[in-house]
């Protein structure tokens, strides 16, 4: 006897079993391309996250510093005041102070302005008396320490005196 190969004429598997299978893998494609386009998303989000935190910690990460540094720009405020003006003495006291809050400026630290007459802002000042004045009430009416702000935060308010009503 002769033995012959199995060779079959017509495939084994049916054209619906072949439909089937090729829809379950279009289905896995489009489902992992789905979960990879979410990855892409995601990193692309973590990657925005993670420069604004550095740009935030680069903006005010020497914010203590500076706090600190205020104590010094008002002892030369204190200094300045107690020497003739024109002295030079007085002139080379307003000549460093100026430079230190130069430097400070280049760091982003903003003086909070409080001229007498501007109304009270809570965000931005603090009302440590209420004097009677002319001006209105709730106006400052004199600044007695000045206030910063670091990149738009206060850093630490105006210390003011405000009209009260009357």
């Not at 024109?86 to 280049?106: F, P, V, W, Y």
């Not at 400052?140 to 670091?150: F, H, M, N, Q, S």
Request: hydrophobic share 35%; proline share 5%; with cysteine.
């Amino acid at each position: 006897m002769e033995e012959k190969e199995h060779i079959p004429q017509e495939t084994d598997v049916s054209s619906d079993d072949t439909l089937k299978a090729l829809e379950e893998c279009g289905k896995q494609r489009d489902e992992y391309l789905d979960g990879w386009k979410r990855a892409k998303a995601d990193l692309i989000n973590y990657k925005k996250d993670e420069m604004s935190r550095m740009e935030h910690a680069v903006k005010f990460g020497n914010e203590a510093i500076l706090y600190d540094m205020l104590a010094v720009l008002d002892s030369f405020d204190i200094g300045i005041a107690t020497l003739e003006k024109n002295s030079d003495a007085h002139k080379g006291m307003t000549l460093i102070r100026m430079q230190c809050e130069d430097i400070m400026r280049r760091y982003g630290l903003m003086p909070i302005d409080a001229p007498p007459g501007t109304i009270f802002d809570p965000r931005r000042h603090e009302a440590i008396e209420e004097v009677s004045s002319d001006l209105p009430p709730g106006a400052i009416t004199e600044e007695v320490k000045r206030g910063y702000e670091l990149h738009g935060k206060v850093l630490r308010p105006s210390k003011v005196k405000i009209a009260k009503q009357s």
